[in-house]
């Protein structure tokens, strides 16, 4: 058998082609699954625009010098098995890497799961390792996979972000600034927001999504870019960058006298990233999720932060999946050639926020 993988380049995010290889037989204790489906979102580009300073390359190494496998959330079926703890047929949730197959060596099992025991994964974050069984995960009903694969770890990104900035008072804030607001990481967390007495969320966005993000209802206003101005340069308010867009940044943080805090979240605008540089007011501190997971499962214990998790999971996706006004519409990618086409795409940031992509690359 032989497992298709599609490679990027780590220089430059928008190259990207596929690679077939033989598959190695397993050694004892590991399995081997086939990737059924997995999303392709702009939390992915950002895992590759961070790929060296947050280790995400390391995941799934590409053994071809200069590119790249970018980690992907999805959906997988073991197809064998040399565990005994995990049978064939099994349907695992998890971070595969953007291939038709990947090789887990589990350990630490418990009912609800597994960690994958691969040397490489050793040092890095344990959160990521982890894969759930879906006949035990509280998270998982058949008809919302898309909506799972799409959606669950953008909106614990989302759900983690406003836990923290609410842990954090909201640094003396009362206004919430999101870029790229219609992208899912940002919305969701405008949704969790929402229920916040006394903060104002505003969306920031290209003048192409604004009607988009307008029609959502979780922000009390919408503004273009280039509509800043608007916003009156006294307000007390934290910047939550989801776009990454270096000259907007630079122009938030010289607006703002009252810019309480800076939150570098992710890198939407790809060919306009760039490092914090000299601004005024606070430093942009990159937000990593599991340090708050860390953090609440030491103060609430795991099973209370799970449980308030999928509490607002089931909420949003209620939400996102309303017939009425759906705030995602699911578009399928089947087959390696699509699969890369899709990947360029979105790379390149040619999509519409309403679409969901959902790829198949086996």
Not at 36 to 47: I, S
Not at 128 to 142: A, G, I, K, V
Not at 329 to 357: I, S
């Amino acid at each position: 058998m032989s497992t298709t993988t599609l490679l990027v380049r780590k220089d430059h995010l928008t190259e990207a082609r596929l690679a077939t290889a033989e598959d190695a037989p397993l050694a004892a204790g590991q399995v081997r699954v086939r990737v059924d489906a997995f999303a392709l979102t702009a939390n992915n580009v950002t895992y590759a625009a961070f790929g060296e300073a947050m280790h995400y390359w390391q995941f799934f190494p590409a053994q071809e010098e200069g590119w790249g496998i970018v980690p992907v959330w999805g959906f997988g079926t073991v197809v064998q098995s040399l565990h005994p703890g995990v049978a064939v047929g099994e349907r695992l949730w998890g971070y595969w890497p953007m291939a038709g197959g990947a090789v887990l060596q589990p350990q630490r099992l418990t009912e609800r799961g597994f960690a994958d025991g691969a040397p490489h994964r050793a040092e890095l974050h344990a959160v990521y390792n982890q894969y759930l069984r879906s006949n035990q995960d509280p998270f998982y009903t058949p008809d919302s996979e898309d909506e799972q694969a799409l959606l669950r770890p953008l909106f614990t990104t989302s759900w983690l972000i406003d836990d923290f900035l609410a842990d954090n008072v909201f640094f003396g804030a009362d206004t919430v600034l999101l870029s790229s607001a219609s992208s899912k990481t940002a919305y969701g967390t405008a949704f969790q927001l929402q229920q916040r007495a006394g903060i104002t969320r505003i969306g920031l966005t290209s003048a192409a999504n604004k009607a988009f993000c307008e029609s959502l209802g979780c922000y009390d206003r919408v503004l273009a870019y280039e509509e800043l101005d608007q916003v009156d340069a006294a307000t007390p308010c934290v910047y939550v960058d989801f776009a990454g867009n270096a000259g907007f940044r630079s122009a938030i943080h010289g607006r703002f006298a009252n810019l309480r805090y800076s939150c570098a979240v992710g890198g939407t605008h790809v060919t306009q990233l760039g490092g914090a540089g000299q601004l005024p007011g606070p430093r942009p501190t990159l937000f990593f999720a599991p340090a708050q997971v860390k953090k609440r499962q030491q103060d609430w214990g795991a099973p209370e932060l799970n449980r308030r998790l999928v509490e607002a999971w089931h909420a949003f996706r209620a939400r996102v999946a309303d017939p009425a006004r759906p705030w995602l519409r699911v578009q399928r990618h089947d087959g390696p050639a699509a699969a890369l086409r899709a990947y360029r795409r979105v790379a390149a940031g040619d999509t519409e926020p309403l679409l969901g992509h959902i790829l198949t690359l086996g």
